[in-house]
């Protein structure tokens, strides 16, 4: 494979998104302009194996399906494995939509829905509200998932339907738009109703129509897309899975693309908590559990790992950094969860290494981060660790950005007056 890849900036301009690329706005995606033509420009053969081992929203995936490669991504969020299942709806197949909706909404409106106690949607919703949405969401399910009306679409997500996910993103945005009120200026979290009394109650019908224009949106949106977008038949498997732990043969993979969780303590589990809701996640007791999981979260889970050399020397030297910093917590909080993330990601290079082919090549996205304007090398941290796993370093490009978390949040900046952060393209090869 050579070695020619062209690389274009990969910050996703929300004023330039269109097509499917805008249907889940995701903070910690790349664009899908820079995928494809990554993708495009990277000399694999039609049947060659492409991985993603952090999903997300399926940028990456989707322009690899795109160009008829055997395609595999992977996320721990069961949310995102249905949105990026759902940006791999063939064009062909816009035309069964309109009927399909109506099935949909005319088996929601015969349901009778009774909302339970244990309704995660009851976090933001009145009982009405989220009956309301529990039958659409019962409906998709039941009509284009599984005719059991007692499984969970959660333990289905890695199972769904292209066409079933994009009915789930469309319920998706229905009840983002009406938590509109709910929303952060951090784009990465969403607030609760201060009591139950402030829970909100759209009607039936709002939330009918709702639903029906955000499908409508969708498909207004495939309709819009290039002609050479308008095929989709690489085989592609989206599942529920670990970095850590991945599915797949050793040897197996021709080109990793993925961008890793930031090194930023972004809470993407609570970020997605809505959508979960929609999925009948029970949100208020098993979200801990799986911000846990998730690389990169906020919350310290058991004992405190050691860092290790193996990390390289500019990890350790950033983490004995942050250790020994005087503000508060410095010790307590932050380094241990630096050596969370750290750990994870050590764990989740030597698993992709191990599944790519000798030759193969690993593209990693990655932006680097402060504390208190200590900067974390993240470029030079991942190429060492790389190192340490035979992915040797063949090239780096570098793009400055200027809008990062640390400009949205205007505390950090008494300690870092410049917000400018670099993102980085790493591409290794492995020996």
């Not at 909302?115 to 009982?127: E, G, H, N, Y």
Request: charged share 20%; aromatic share 10%; hydrophobic share 40%.
């Amino acid at each position: 494979m050579r070695d020619h890849f062209v690389i274009e900036n990969p910050k996703r301009q929300p004023s330039t998104a269109s097509g499917r690329d805008e249907w889940f706005p995701y903070y910690a995606g790349f664009s899908g302009t820079f995928a494809r033509k990554l993708i495009q420009t990277a000399g694999l053969g039609r049947k060659s194996t492409f991985l993603d081992p952090w999903n997300g929203s399926g940028t990456s995936t989707a322009a690899a399906a795109l160009y008829g490669h055997r395609t595999l991504g992977f996320d721990l969020n069961p949310v995102m494995a249905v949105v990026a299942k759902a940006r791999l709806f063939p064009s062909v197949e816009l035309p069964s939509v309109a009927p399909l909706l109506s099935e949909v909404v005319a088996k929601a409106s015969k349901s009778n829905y009774e909302p339970i106690q244990a309704d995660p949607l009851l976090i933001w919703f009145m009982p009405a509200a989220a009956a309301e949405i529990r039958s659409l969401e019962r409906a998709i399910y039941t009509f284009l998932v599984s005719t059991d009306p007692t499984s969970n679409s959660v333990e289905a997500a890695s199972q769904m339907s292209s066409i079933a996910s994009f009915f789930y993103v469309a319920l998706f945005r229905t009840v983002r738009q009406l938590l509109g009120r709910f929303s952060a200026s951090n784009p990465t979290w969403i607030t609760r109703p201060t009591s139950l009394r402030s829970r909100i109650r759209p009607a039936s019908v709002e939330i009918r129509s709702s639903f029906e224009l955000q499908v409508s949106t969708m498909s207004a949106s495939i309709k819009s897309e290039s002609s050479e977008l308008h095929w989709a038949n690489g085989e592609c498997t989206i599942q529920v899975a670990s970095s850590e732990r991945l599915p797949i043969a050793t040897n197996t993979v021709d080109l990793v693309l993925s961008s890793p969780p930031y090194c930023t303590r972004i809470d993407y589990g609570v970020a997605t908590s809505a959508e979960l809701a929609v999925l009948g996640f029970q949100v208020e007791r098993g979200l801990r559990e799986l911000r846990g999981k998730l690389i990169g979260t906020p919350t310290i889970q058991g004992k405190c790992h050691q860092p290790d050399p193996k990390w390289g020397r500019a990890c350790n030297t950033f983490l004995d950094q942050v250790n020994q910093h005087p503000s508060k917590a410095a010790k307590g909080y932050y380094y241990k969860t630096y050596v969370q993330y750290f750990d994870a990601i050590t764990r989740s290079i030597s698993e992709i290494a191990r599944c790519v082919k000798p030759g193969g090549k690993c593209i990693i996205v990655i932006q680097d981060s402060y504390f208190k304007g200590i900067r974390a090398d993240l470029a030079t941290i991942f190429t060492e660790i790389a190192s340490a796993n035979k992915l040797a370093l063949s090239r780096q490009v570098d793009f400055p950005m200027s809008r990062t978390l640390a400009y949205i949040n205007t505390k950090s900046r008494r300690y870092r007056p410049e917000s400018t952060s670099v993102e980085s393209v790493l591409c290794y090869t492995k020996n």
